[in-house]
């Protein structure tokens, strides 16, 4: 057989898929051009090298913004693989977002244990957070598998009832008086910030570094991704081959959600330190959408779209320094989505006329 | 005799594929016409171009010698033309009368339906044609057959002068088919013109007066049904000389190897699907059941293969109940299931051969272990699959999808008998294939019985079950009605059969027409 042309055609779809999201990067930033230019009424070489720069200098131009931007960025390559691994089963585990509040609340109810040594307590305080996710995601999961009902809607509300119990526990027995928010944890649980302490940036980012590995193989060297994959591409044929679907809808929804939980977790114990009081989302897991979305659910590519996304939502600040609303961010980040939605839509339509024209043969 | 129909060097491309290449066609007055070729040949596209639901790309199309361009069915319909589809396009809630009229309703008044007068439309539009039918009778009630002879009224109704029949003897039981050549033979006395699509060759020879081959897309021949034989037929259609008898020796029958016991289970809606089936399968035998689509075949395998729960009765596998296991289960003791729905059931299409050649055996040594896969072995086995089955792909990585339907079935009846099972179970195992992958398949599916392993064949083709098996079991309405020997087994004993009845008071009656 031919194995060389085999592997070409692999990696000429591979480059396509991530072709495209370039394409859809590309163009997102060229259209937003025309609303810096309509904002501070520019002329368009003028308006193109204020967005750039800005956008530059607020996530890689200098050293400190650089670290900013791996920290923001370190939460969304946890939330954008946990996506990832529900997209491969065919699922929107939408509630990422609370599987994530979850993992970093419980993180730090078991981080605020004093007297434990380190060697235990991060583990512990890790593996707290990592059930959590695996929890608020099982929930959902069991319901979609046993009963039917649609993971989207349930998710949907684990994400509020996240977002309130924290809110409770921050405000009432965990609260530490005039604040909107818990003590701080012990050292014992804290996460490594090899930059010194004044810099946020924690081991947390070759956690999520490894985990995309990890995942990468979980889903393509192993029988679970073997069997996540089926599910999710062709549930009937799946069937057919033995492999139990409501077992492994479950399994993807833990899965994610455990990925989800270590994310909030390795954020609590090297970022934030605490729980804060919740007015909003973090939007941690909302962007782990885009972020999975980018990378086609590759786990390698989404360590590379959690980075522009991290550099996207970080540069916000700087470019209010220069007068252009921080709006512009996330319409960049809209339109993306909105040019990938776009190429499914798309090859969506394509699949469908090829198919008609085969009909009745 | 003048042309009805002319077609003159019609062309139509579809993306990847060239469906019919310079193709003409021409359609005499009261002939009935059969377009025969393979599937995929190109025969369907064709007749889409003249009822106008495609716009070919290069061609021009003559109707009673006139030039004309066909934009849409509505103006093939204005034309006189009529297309009864492979699949029917009845509303099943609907009375035969309401389903006649439907777009054409006669009105009385300005908004009500006059539906004594469709009624009495259709009554008088059946009984000019022969066709025994209640016109109050709703769809869901009646005989596929008889839906067939409502579609063929439909398209009378509207005024069709010519008739387009696609694959119209694939629902149909013999004797319904027997019937179903009367009524050609009537629309011809009536002036009616008929192209037949077809790639059943005894029936062409049997219905038609003429015939056109289309191999791959290309035009080959136009012949007169009476200077031409099967055998001539079939080389036209598939270019070579092929062998349409299936070669096999006496069977030396083993142990029992399935035992199914007063089976019951439902359908997809809830209904009773099998009503206590019974049946022994033994070692070195093929088992073949017969039965018109939708008996209870597909629940059948569902539930012996634990797709489907049973909610009565029992399976036994080697004496061994396996009723209410997992999939995975009955297929590690040794069942092999070549599924009815390839694409749906068989393959994940987006999945490469190498991923697809371990479905269902994905959790056993030595193509893994523990939870880590070894691809390295999964690669040697799909490439002994590729190489002894004789699977035409690039290579081992590309998509399921990209390969043909022969080459998909390849695949799958390759992996599932190298599952050295003791029991194959082979649905539909060459539905949509060509002449030669068919050939194949039923070469390897001889060879595995006299290898010892049991093989149960279901099959809508009558004419396969007849030359494979060694026993026909006949289902009809979720029962098996009648087991026979396959030295006992005719076309017409089955026929009574699957239509429901019994040999025995078919036989008496038989006697009595002597």
């Known amino acids: ?116 040594p380190a060697p235990i307590h991060i583990p512990l305080t890790l593996g707290g957070g990592i059930l959590a996710g695996m929890v608020w995601a099982g929930i959902p999961g069991y319901l979609k598998a046993r009963v039917g009902t649609n993971e989207v809607v349930n998710t949907i509300m684990m994400n509020f009832i996240a977002m309130h119990l924290t809110n409770y526990l921050v405000m009432g027995p965990f ?40 995942v990468y193989i979980l889903l393509w060297k192993t029988t679970i991704g073997y069997e996540i994959r089926a599910v999710g591409l062709s549930p009937s044929s799946a069937e ?36 804060i009081q919740l007015f909003g989302f973090t939007n941690f897991g909302f962007d782990g959408i885009a972020v999975a979305l980018v990378a086609k659910s590759n786990p390698i590519g989404v360590i590379f779209s959690a980075i522009l996304f991290g550099a996207l939502n970080y540069s916000s600040g700087t470019l209010m320094l220069y007068g252009i609303p921080k709006t512009i961010v996330y319409l960049i980040q809209g339109i993306i989505i909105l040019f990938i939605a776009g190429e499914y839509m798309f090859r969506k339509i394509a699949d469908r006329r090829k198919k008609g024209a085969l009909v009745n043969e | 005799m003048a042309n009805v129909v002319e077609m003159k060097g019609i062309t139509k491309v579809f993306p990847g594929t ?40 290069a061609g021009e199309i003559y109707i009673n010698d006139k030039k004309v361009e066909i934009k849409s069915p509505k103006d093939a319909i204005s034309l006189g033309i009529g297309m009864v589809h492979q699949h029917f396009m009845l509303i099943h809630n609907f009375t035969i009368a309401e389903n006649m009229v439907l777009g054409q309703e006669p009105k009385k ?73 009367i009524i050609l033979k009537n629309l011809v006395k009536e002036g009616k013109s008929i192209i037949l699509i077809t790639h059943k060759l005894k029936e062409v020879m049997s219905m038609s007066d003429r015939v056109t081959i289309i191999r791959r897309g290309k035009y080959i021949d136009t012949v007169k049904t009476k200077d ?152 040697e086995h799909v490439n002994n699959l590729i190489k002894n089955f004789d699977i035409r792909t ?37 539905r949509g294939l060509d002449v030669g992958a068919i050939e194949y398949i039923h070469k390897r599916l001889v060879a595995e019985r006299d290898n010892g392993r049991a093989v149960l064949l279901v099959s809508l083709e009558l004419d396969e079950v007849m030359a494979l098996s060694d026993r026909i079991a006949v289902i009809y309405d979720g029962e098996i009605v009648d087991i026979l020997d396959v030295k006992d087994a005719t076309e017409q004993k089955l026929g009574i059969l699957m239509a429901g009845g019994t040999l025995h008071k078919g036989e008496k009656g038989g006697k009595n027409n002597e």
Do not use: C
Request: glycine share 10%; no cysteine; aromatic share 8%.
């Open chain 2, 18 to 57: 060239v469906a019919n290449d310079n193709v003409d066609f021409t359609l005499e007055k009261g002939e009935i016409h059969v377009l025969l070729g393979e599937n995929g040949a190109g025969k369907t596209t064709l007749m889409n171009v003249l009822y106008g639901l495609y716009q070919p790309e």
């Open chain 2, 228 to 379: 031409t034989d099967i055998d001539g037929l079939a080389e036209m259609m598939v270019g070579r000389k092929v062998n349409l008898i299936v070669e096999k020796n006496k069977p030396k029958i083993g142990d029992v190897i399935l035992k199914v016991e007063n089976l019951k289970a439902l359908d997809h809606r809830g209904l009773p699907a099998l009503r206590g089936i019974n049946f022994e399968l033994k070692a070195g035998e093929i088992l073949g059941i017969a039965g018109v689509d939708g008996n209870g075949q597909t629940e059948l395998i569902e539930t012996i293969v634990g797709l489907r729960k049973a909610t009565e009765g029992k399976v036994y596998l080697k004496g061994e109940d396996i009723t209410g296991k997992t999939t995975r289960e009955i297929t590690d003791a040794g069942v092999g299931h070549i599924p009815e729905d390839r694409q749906k059931r068989g393959l994940v299409l987006k999945y490469s051969l190498l991923e697809n050649s371990i479905l269902g055996i994905h959790h056993r040594a030595p193509y893994s272990k523990g939870i880590m896969m070894n691809y390295g072995k999964i690669r």
């Open chain 2, 109 to 181: 008044g300005a908004l009500s339906i006059d539906m004594e007068k469709a009624k009495k439309d259709t009554k008088e539009l059946a009984d000019k044609y022969g066709f025994n039918i209640d016109p109050d009778s709703v769809i869901d009630d009646i005989t596929v057959g008889q839906q067939q002879k409502v579609e063929i009224l439909k398209a009378l109704y509207r005024g069709a002068e010519i008739l387009i029949l696609d694959e119209p003897t694939a629902v149909l039981t013999p004797q319904e088919i027997q019937d179903f050549g």
């Open chain 1, 240 to 275: 057919y081959g033995g492999i139990n679907i409501k077992k492994n809808i479950i399994l993807a929804m833990v899965i994610s959600g455990a990925i989800a939980g270590m994310g909030g977790a390795t954020h609590t114990m090297g970022v934030q330190l605490q729980s």
């Open chain 1, 175 to 214: 609260h530490k008086p005039s604040s909107a928010s818990t003590p701080l944890i012990q050292q014992s649980a804290r996460l490594y910030r090899f930059l010194g302490s004044n810099n946020r940036l924690n081991v947390s980012l070759f956690i999520g570094l490894a985990l995309a590995i990890v």
């Open chain 2, 394 to 430: 690039p290579n081992e990585d590309v998509n399921a999808s990209a390969l043909s339907g022969g080459n998909q079935q390849k695949l799958i009846v390759a992996r599932e008998i190298e599952k050295d099972p003791d029991m194959i179970i082979a649905a539909q195992p060459t």
């Open chain 1, 1 to 116: 057989m031919n194995k060389e042309s085999g592997n070409y055609i692999k990696k000429l779809a591979l480059f396509r898929s991530f072709f495209i999201s370039l394409l859809a990067i590309i163009l997102a930033l060229f259209i937003s051009i025309f609303f810096v230019m309509w904002a501070k009424d520019f002329g368009f070489t003028a308006s193109a090298k204020l967005l750039f720069t800005s956008i530059w200098k607020g996530s890689f131009g200098t050293k400190v913004n650089f670290i900013e931007t791996l920290v923001f960025s370190t939460p969304l390559i946890f939330t954008g693989l946990a996506h990832s691994v529900a997209f491969k089963t065919g699922l929107f585990n939408i509630g990422v977002e609370g599987q994530f509040i979850m993992g970093s609340t419980v993180a730090t109810l078991i981080g605020l244990i004093p007297g434990i």
